[in-house]
């Protein structure tokens, strides 16, 4: 069955500090992934995709079928990075599985 | 457009009980999907739906069901209400046809079960 793993509920970084957010999987198939991201009081939205191999707002997600990982990373964290992270897998039936989600308290 | 948007944005019911939930799509969406986030949880997908009827299902039992409705909005009802079912629901709509990546989320509704 597919899973998301996301190891950390907190990481606690300070400003321009190097960020790293966790994410295994666990999926027989061929892997989509993304990672949502929840400001406060904000509704979930998508950050970035897998397939795209882009850049947002300085973070940076390489897919590692080796590793059946998805870490999200960035070089250099700002305090409006603070927020709820979450990991998802597309499984192919156009559903999403999530993490459990890690929060990103950037502090000043 | 406003996106996505859910109704109501708080509910308290008692145990037994049936509740109804509502969700119009961003404009020009047609598929809607619907998750389950309980407290410090991620969400889960309860079932999906397009052209009026249910696509994929979770593993969700049988006291979760849905609707949508021509205007592509759409219901979901939950019969027999236990205290587990306390979450936030979310829902996401798309245009089928897309992958996920075009998937946007509602605000959510609070539904507490006492």
């Known amino acids: 069955a597919q899973r998301v793993t996301q190891p950390e509920k907190l990481l606690s970084v300070f400003k321009g500090a190097p960020v790293e957010l966790k994410c295994n999987y666990s999926?027989?198939?061929?892997?989509?992934l993304f990672w949502y991201v929840q400001y406060s009081r904000q509704r979930l939205q998508l950050l970035l995709r897998h397939i795209s191999r882009e850049s947002i707002k300085g973070f940076t997600a390489d897919l590692n079928k080796g590793e059946t990982s998805f870490h999200l990373k960035k070089p250099f964290a700002q305090e409006e990075d603070s927020a709820m992270y979450y990991c998802a897998l597309n499984t192919g039936r156009r559903a999403l599985t999530f993490g459990s989600g890690t929060r990103l308290q950037v502090q000043p | 457009d406003a996106g996505v948007t859910q109704s109501p944005t708080h509910l308290i019911k008692t145990r037994g009980q049936q509740v109804t939930l509502r969700c119009s799509p961003k404009?020009?969406?047609?598929?809607v999907s619907w998750y389950q986030q309980a407290l410090g949880q991620g969400p889960q997908f309860i079932f999906q739906?397009?052209?009026?009827?249910?696509?994929q299902r979770g593993n969700f039992p049988d006291r979760f069901s849905g609707h949508q409705f021509p205007n592509y909005s759409s219901e979901l009802n939950v019969n027999a209400l236990l205290l587990g079912d306390s979450a936030l629901y979310l829902c996401?709509?798309?245009?089928?046809?897309?992958?996920?990546?075009?998937?946007?989320f509602g605000p959510g509704t609070r539904l507490l079960v006492l």
């Open positions: 999926y027989s198939g061929s892997p989509e």
């Open positions: 996401a709509s798309r245009v089928r046809g897309l992958d996920t990546v075009g998937q946007y």
């Open positions: 404009s020009g969406h047609d598929t």
């Open positions: 739906y397009y052209e009026e009827e249910e696509r």
